[in-house]
T-cell receptor, first 111, second 113 residues
Framework: AQSVTQLGSHVSVSEGALVLLRCNYSSSVPPYLFWYVQYPNQGLQLLLKYTSAATLVKGINGFEAEFKKSETSFHLTKPSAHMSDAAEYFCAVTPTGKLIFGQGTTLQVKP | EAEVAQSPRYKITEKSQAVAFWCDPISGHATLYWYRQILGQGPELLVQFQDESVVDDSQLPKDRFSAERLKGVDSTLKIQPAELGDSAMYLC???????????FGQGTRLTVV
């Protein structure tokens, strides 16, 4: 069975600081992994995806994530936070099709 | 740019009433999903369609929820009767057949009073 754990329900950073959102997964088969962002009362927008190609994945808005099989992790990073990055972030895993989401991490960006 | 369309965006209904949500996936997407997202949590799958067939409805509360995708294109999710605990965001998503990447609509925010 697949599962996702996001460490830290709330993360607060200053504008311009490094953003690090943590995600660990459990999967009995090689996984596909995703990071989505959600703004209040909006749907989910795909930030980036890992589909067994390069382990370092670059996404939109300057975000990237690294797939580490040995650590079963897929942490999301951004070198310099912007105020517009404040949102809810979800990590998700799927063998194929049905997405299994973590509980989400709220990112707060302080001026 | 192609989008998943959902309506309505917001719905307030009284307990024990019936409510329905509509989703139109991206053209050519054979797979359609309905997810429920309770405030403060990640989305959870309610039902998955492949064309007009249900692939997974194991988490759908079948005593009150129903979903259909009659012509394999748009889909309707119905709740009857609505309960207070059904207040949530209902998200529709679609993907190409066997593709893992799903595209989400803007969701329907349901409030049951």
């Amino acid at each position: 069975a697949q599962s996702v754990t996001q460490l830290g329900s709330h993360v607060s950073v200053s504008e311009g600081a490094l953003v690090l959102l943590r995600c660990n997964y459990s999967s009995s088969v090689p996984p596909y992994l995703f990071w989505y962002v959600q703004y209040p009362n909006q749907g989910l927008q795909l930030l980036l995806k890992y589909t067994s190609a390069a382990t370092l994945v670059k996404g939109i808005n300057g975000f990237e994530a690294e797939f580490k099989k040995s650590e079963t992790s897929f942490h999301l990073t951004k070198p310099s936070a912007h105020m517009s990055d404040a949102a809810e972030y979800f990590c998700a895993v799927t063998p194929t099709g049905k997405l299994i989401f973590g509980q989400g991490t709220t990112l707060q960006v302080k001026p | 740019e192609a989008e998943v369309a959902q309506s309505p965006r917001y719905k307030i209904t009284e307990k024990s009433q019936a409510v329905a949500f509509w989703c139109d996936p991206i053209s050519g997407h054979a797979t359609l999903y309905w997810y429920r997202q309770i405030l403060g949590q990640g989305p959870e799958l309610l039902v998955q369609f492949q064309d007009e067939s249900v692939v997974d409805d194991s988490q759908l509360p079948k005593d009150r929820f129903s979903a259909e995708r009659l012509k394999g294109v748009d889909s309707t999710l119905k709740i009857q009767p609505a309960e207070l605990g059904d207040s949530a965001m209902y998200l529709c998503a679609s993907s190409f057949l066997w593709e893992p990447e799903a595209f989400f609509g803007q969701g329907t925010r349901l409030t049951v009073v």
